[in-house]
């Protein structure tokens, strides 16, 4: 048996009126990929953070190389050999490749200077080694989201980790980048005698890539075990603590006519740059059209265009025929427009005002909701809120909850419970699921199902390809602003969707 690197004795974290971790007991392995899931809340960020020294621990030991140690801070971590790759990127995106691999502990000429030709040197001796290939000279701006993820590799190898805890580093990637991925981690452990923790939601992925698997409920490690004794469904019913039915959602074959129709459309970006370049397509009742696309190449500017949140330059928006371009979002939602936004707390929530007051947005101004002008009808508000809280499962204390206080997926399922309930005849649904435990992705999908079959025309912006193949019934992919393929979900791979959403050659997608 491989020795411990990690060990963990009876860690316990406490934060006010939360038991994020309940007295574990984690071995993590030399020379091994271990993975980490759980549903949102279980209790794996919080876990990781105290390994790498970002948090410490109510209570427990920590044990690393079968030395106790007291991890007070991130600085101890990396000189004990532990390094951790956030979900989301901590780069300079004005700065080089270089510059960022060595940023914090650059090489200087003199007290002043860094020695940015050294620097390069760096970059490239690491990238040689450890097969992690990037232009040490270009801006991280101008990167796809893959080679971001190597530099940030990288900068976590110069400083000499020998245990990598990559935390979520498949969001926003493509099929073609996380196999790219999987290869670079399985050569840092193979071949360079790396230990690497994998915190991932996908169970498919643990399933192919690591040595052993470690589940979180609640708090509480509930089980480790080698993952080829290991099953999506094993896995899945110990994150919840009950029996997962994976359902195949089936095309709707009894689609309606068109209710939206995007024809040429020009959208700039804040900066002043083409986002959206001349796309068209259409969207019909009673069917999903999923729009998939590596993060970055128009999406949000799209959807805030068909949302009026964006000014159209070009083209046109037509909803049941008339002409939406450069309308209010007021204007959107009168014509039978809901919108479901990728970030929930910037566009969906007002995070500070309570459940109740957050359902009944868009609602206010409506009878029997006010009466008498602006005076709000309390009692009409209670019941209507009362039967969104339990039709949708928003597990709050009470109406009156400030929004703040409620975790992620029921932040979602909030924002989802308001827009389904307008009865749109069309839904605008971004990134619905981003960050969501299996439990809420799952209560969401066939939610949106649901509306589907009901007659909703609904497009589906979503980086999960997994979400876009389980929903849509057909598939368009988005690059640089432009539409480079469209297809009938049955009739395509994963992996051709892949090629298309990168713009490689579209000759070999198949």
Excluded: C
């Amino acid at each position: 048996m491989q020795e411990s690197i990690i060990k963990l004795v009876g860690i316990s974290k406490v934060f006010p009126g939360v038991v994020a971790n309940d007295n574990i007991n984690l071995e993590i392995r030399r020379g091994e990929i271990h993975a980490i899931v759980g549903e949102n809340g279980a209790g794996k960020s919080t876990l990781m953070k105290i390994i790498y020294g970002l948090y410490q621990p109510t209570a427990g030991e920590i044990y690393i190389n079968g030395r106790l140690m007291n991890v007070a801070n991130p600085q101890i971590a990396i000189k004990n050999g532990i390094g951790m790759v956030h979900q989301h990127f901590m780069l300079v995106p004005s700065f080089t490749a270089a510059e960022n691999v060595v940023l914090g502990s650059e090489p200087r000429k003199n007290t002043v200077f860094m020695d940015f030709e050294e620097a390069v040197i760096i970059t490239k001796a690491l990238s040689e080694k450890y097969g992690l290939y990037v232009d040490p000279y270009q801006k991280v701006e101008d990167l796809s989201v893959g080679i971001q993820q190597r530099i940030e590799i990288l900068k976590v190898l110069y400083r000499g980790a020998d245990i990598l805890i990559l935390d979520e580093p498949t969001a926003v990637l493509t099929p073609q980048e996380t196999q790219e991925l999987f290869a670079i981690m399985r050569r840092l452990v193979k071949d360079m005698g790396k230990t690497i923790i994998i915190i991932t939601h996908k169970l498919q992925e643990v399933l192919e890539v690591s040595h052993r698997v470690s589940v979180m409920r609640r708090g509480k490690l509930v089980g480790t075990m080698d993952t080829k004794d290991a099953t999506e469904q094993i896995l899945a019913e110990m994150m919840v603590g009950k029996e997962v039915v994976f359902d195949k959602f089936h095309a709707n074959q009894n689609k309606g006519k068109t209710l939206m129709e995007v024809k040429n459309l020009v959208v700039r970006d804040n900066r002043g740059f083409i986002a959206v370049d001349g796309i068209s397509f259409s969207v019909a009742a009673g069917e999903i059209l999923g729009v998939a696309g590596v993060e970055g190449n128009g999406q949000t500017e799209l959807v805030e265009a068909l949302t009026g949140l964006r000014k159209v330059e070009e083209g046109s928006i037509l909803v049941n025929g008339k002409d939406m371009a450069n309308r209010s979002p007021s204007e959107f939602r009168k014509m039978g427009i809901s919108h479901i936004p990728e970030d929930r707390l910037k566009t969906g929530l007002a995070p500070e005002a309570s459940v109740n007051e957050n359902l009944l947005m868009g609602y206010q101004h409506k009878k029997p909701y006010e009466s008498f002008g602006m005076k709000l009808n309390k009692k009409a508000i209670y019941q209507k809120t009362a039967q969104l809280i339990k039709q949708f499962d928003i597990r709050t204390p009470s109406g009156q909850t400030k929004v703040k206080s409620l975790s992620g997926g029921n932040m979602q399922k909030l924002v989802v419970a308001r827009e389904f309930s307008f009865n749109s005849p069309i839904l605008i649904i971004s990134q619905p699921t981003r960050g969501l435990d299996i439990g809420a992705i799952e209560f969401i999908h066939r939610q949106i199902i649901e509306m589907r079959d009901a007659g909703r025309a609904i497009l589906l912006i979503s980086a999960d390809l997994d979400e876009i193949f389980r929903l849509s019934d057909r598939i368009v992919t988005i690059y640089e602003g432009k539409l480079t393929g469209e297809f009938m979900t049955a009739d395509v791979t994963k992996q051709a969707i892949g090629l298309y959403m990168t713009g490689k050659n579209l000759s070999t997608a198949g």
